[in-house]
């Protein structure tokens, strides 16, 4: 226990420690919110009242679109601290994580905690916009959305983990989380309703373990049932796999086996690690 | 009593190399054991075996009676090491550095800051406690990871080529510092350096070379095995020297290195005297000179130790 402590401590001193990194990690949030929230409500809100015209009004991309960019600020996050273990490797600081008696799950779960730490304080920022893109959730639905956040964010952690004991090198990580974190973004419903795609497309968002986060995040934040069934359709918060539909458990209890496999995952890589 | 670190047939092959060839040794309780070879020899796929970090092929480690195989987390326990490079971390003071390690060794929480204090004081850096590491200056850094390496009390310290990097005056200083420690914990220490003079403190030495321990002594015993003296000369004419030498002593044992000629005698005070009249050639420059751990090691694997196997 102490070993996993010691090990989440100390990366989120280093987060705090590193202005520059706070700062800039809040700039892709921002500027999707200005480009998404602002420049692209106007023509989604026309094109949904196009689609229907009852109950068009009561849609608010900015509302919808904002869990979305939560989301997307913790999977961000979540897998560019994950690679403070490639970071460690360079430094060789790994090495003297390795040659101590912590136990290898406990690496592991430390490394997951604490860059899961780092993506929920980053999101829970992003909550201090809210008046200013006037929009408004109830209190009780953010406070109760923030564990959450810390699940997904271990989960999106646990990911960026293995990439990390795949990829050796800082700046191969770094293409390849970017060639690997835009689709999963744009292909969970995210920034648009992804309903009515391509079957093949289709397939791939079903399979992003970003689709249920999304989903959850705006299930919780957004008041589903004081919607219209048609704007919540529209909206694509009815996923269904296999025919079936999904629930807001069965997605939650997904998160969390997501996770509780990427950190033995990890674990195995840290047993096998010779720094 | 039993020996601290005990090999036994340790192996490591790799797909096409057998880098360490079923090497045995003993390693006593409170002893500083040198580990020497020339790069490539083997000598760090061994010490990462011993520290569990690589596992050997075939053979047993034992560490404080501990199996490095099956016991892992025990062995990592009873030993500190200081490696090659730096693992401090340089974003955090000296302070949190160390409290991090009592953490991850399971130092009880009421002795932390005690322990902490007592080995700063062993390496001078009492005052810098509260400094960000990125501030130190290079022997400032090793001698925080040696405090470190210090903090849960280890059986046996590694000393991974411990002042590489470092200039001459600071290297010397880190000597007093390790040599205070051995007097005041008796604490056992597994070296290695490329500086040979640094491997005379050792109370034993194993030389390694191409995956086989050569030659295991004392520092002292391993010179007497080479015998004599060694008296290295110039002259105007090395040919014509050379061949003057090989004519008039018996059984020379000459070698050449650049512009000096190596000669191997057993004792040179009788010798001395008589050689210089005998030689027609003028000398240019003379010295004679017990032999050092170069010679055991030039001898035992015929190159210096500078010189990359590839």
């Known amino acids: 226990m102490e070993g996993i402590f010691a090990i989440w401590q100390r990366d989120l001193t280093k987060f705090f420690r590193d202005r520059a990194r706070l700062i800039g990690s809040f700039s892709m949030p921002i500027l999707f919110l200005l480009i998404f929230g602002g420049g692209m409500s106007g023509s989604m809100e026309t094109m949904m009242a196009g689609n229907m015209p009852d109950g068009a009004e009561s849609f608010n991309y900015v509302e919808f679109v904002f869990p979305g960019i939560v989301a997307m600020t913790l999977l961000m996050t979540s897998i560019f601290s994950a690679m403070s273990v490639i970071e460690d490797k360079d430094f060789g600081y790994m090495k003297e994580i390795l040659v101590s008696p912590i136990s290898r799950v406990s690496i592991a779960i430390g490394k997951m905690l604490g860059a899961a730490t780092i993506a929920t304080i980053q999101g829970i920022l992003l909550f201090f916009l809210i008046p200013f893109l006037g929009i408004s959730y109830s209190i009780m639905a953010l406070i109760q959305v923030i564990p959450f956040m810390f699940l997904l964010g271990c989960a999106l952690s646990g990911l960026g983990l293995l990439f990390a004991s795949v990829i050796r090198s800082t700046q191969g990580f770094q293409l390849t989380v970017q060639i690997l974190v835009m689709p999963m973004i744009f292909l969970s419903g995210a920034l648009f309703p992804v309903s009515n795609m391509p079957a093949w497309m289709d397939v791939i968002v079903k399979i992003n373990p970003v689709t249920y986060g999304v989903d959850v995040m705006k299930k919780l934040m957004i008041e589903v049932d004081n919607i219209p069934a048609a704007v919540s359709e529209a909206m694509g918060l009815n996923i269904t796999v296999l025919g079936r539909e999904v629930t807001m458990f069965a997605e939650v209890l997904f998160i969390a086996g997501f996770a509780a496999v990427l950190v033995l995952f990890a674990t195995f890589s840290f047993q096998r690690a010779n720094a | ?310």
């Open chain 2, 1 to 310: 009593m039993d020996p601290v670190i005990s090999v036994k047939d340790l192996t490591k092959k790799y797909k096409q190399t057998e880098a360490v060839k079923a090497i045995n040794f003993e390693v006593e309780e409170g002893e500083i054991f040198g580990f020497l070879g020339p790069n490539g020899a083997g000598k760090s796929t061994t010490i990462n075996m011993i520290c569990t970090m690589l596992k050997p092929t075939s053979g047993s480690i034992m560490i404080n009676g501990y199996d490095a195989k099956k016991e892992k987390d025990k062995v990592r326990a009873s030993i500190g090491i200081i490696f090659q490079e730096n693992t401090l971390d340089e974003k955090l003071t000296a302070n949190e550095n160390l409290m991090l390690h009592c953490r991850f060794y399971g130092v009880p929480k009421d002795k932390r800051q005690e322990r902490i204090g007592e080995v700063l004081e062993i390496v001078d850096l009492v005052d810098e406690r509260k400094q960000r590491v990125e501030t130190f200056s290079g022997g400032m850094k090793r001698r925080l990871e040696i405090a470190r390496g210090l903090l849960h009390y280890p059986k046996v310290l590694f000393l991974d080529e411990p002042t590489v990097g470092l200039d001459p005056q600071t290297r010397a200083h880190l000597w007093e510092y390790i040599l205070k420690l051995k007097e005041k914990a008796g604490i056992t220490m597994f070296l290695t350096t490329h500086y040979l003079d640094e491997a005379e403190i050792s109370d034993r030495v194993a030389i390694m070379d191409q995956g086989e321990i050569i030659a295991l002594d004392s520092p002292t015993s391993l010179k007497d095995q080479l015998g004599g003296d060694m008296i290295e000369l110039s002259t105007e004419d090395n040919d014509q020297a050379l061949r003057e030498i090989e004519e008039k002593v018996e059984g020379a044992d000459v070698s050449v290195e650049g512009d000096t000629i190596h000669l191997k005698v057993e004792s040179s005070d009788a010798f001395i005297s008589s050689f210089i009249k005998t030689l027609e050639i003028p000398i240019t420059r003379l010295n004679i000179r017990k032999p050092t751990l170069n010679d055991v090691f030039l001898a035992f694997t015929g190159r210096k130790i500078g010189d990359a196997k590839e």
